[in-house]
Structure formats: C-alpha cells, structure tokens
C-alpha cells in the first residue's frame, strides 16, 4: 500500500522559509513523479511544483518560481519542498502526490496523480 506523509508546515511571517517533506512508503519515489499541490480556504486545489521521476526534471508554477524549490533525496525516499520569500498569499494546505511515468503527463493536473497525502498547514503572516 502507498503512503505518502507531508511534514514540515507551520506559521511563518511574510519573508521567511519553510521546508516540507514528502516522506513515501510502498513506492519508490525515484521510479514515479512527484507533485506539490496546494489549496487556499474557498479555492480548487493547484498546481505548484513537480519532480518527473528519474531524470529529477522539475516545473513549477509561475507563482512560486524562483522562490520554491523541488528536490528527493533518494536514499530517504523523500521530496522536499523549500520555501523560501514567502507571502502571505501562500498560505494554503499543501498536499504531495505521486504519479506514475507516461510520455503524455505534463505532470502540473491533479487527474495525473494516483496517491496523495494528508495535507500540512502552511499559514504565511503579514
């Protein structure tokens, strides 16, 4: 059975950094791709960054380029997700997922991801 366990949320002030950990059991992170998505109170789910499967190729959303950054650490079967400058219009849940290989996924659609997380609070103060 796949599981994936976000960690690493928390209240921060406007400006600061936090580092989210997807943590995988059951799958191999390495062999499948690897997405953050977040979602705001009264907002659908997005798109906000990703990690394609063994290449490490990565894409985010215009929001959060050059302040957000993807990366695994394979040996730990974990994805981190590095927040730095943020805003308070980051706030939001922020989910992992995992999705398998295929040539035709961009990888950025939520219908691509077959597991997901529970979520962890990420509350940006101004």
């Known amino acids: 059975q796949v599981q994936l366990v976000e960690s690493g949320g928390g209240l921060v002030q406007a400006g600061g950094s936090l580092r989210l950990s997807c943590a995988a059991s059951?799958?191999?992170?390495?062999?499948?791709?690897t997405g953050w998505f977040r979602q705001a109170p009264g907002k659908e789910r997005e798109f906000v960054a990703a990690?394609?499967?063994?290449?490490?190729?990565?894409t985010y959303a215009d929001s959060v380029k050059g302040r957000f950054t993807i990366s695994r650490d394979d040996a730990k079967n974990t994805v981190y997700l590095q927040m730095n400058s943020l805003k308070p219009e980051d706030t939001a849940v922020y989910y992992c997922?995992?999705?398998?290989?295929?040539?035709?996924?961009?990888?950025?659609?939520?219908?691509?991801?077959?597991?997901w997380g529970q979520g962890t609070q990420v509350t940006v103060s101004s």
């Open positions: 997922a995992s999705a398998p290989v295929s040539g035709s996924y961009s990888y950025t659609r939520l219908s691509e991801f077959d597991y």
């Open positions: 990690i394609i499967w063994a290449a490490g190729r990565t």
């Open positions: 059951g799958r191999t992170l390495s062999r499948y791709s």
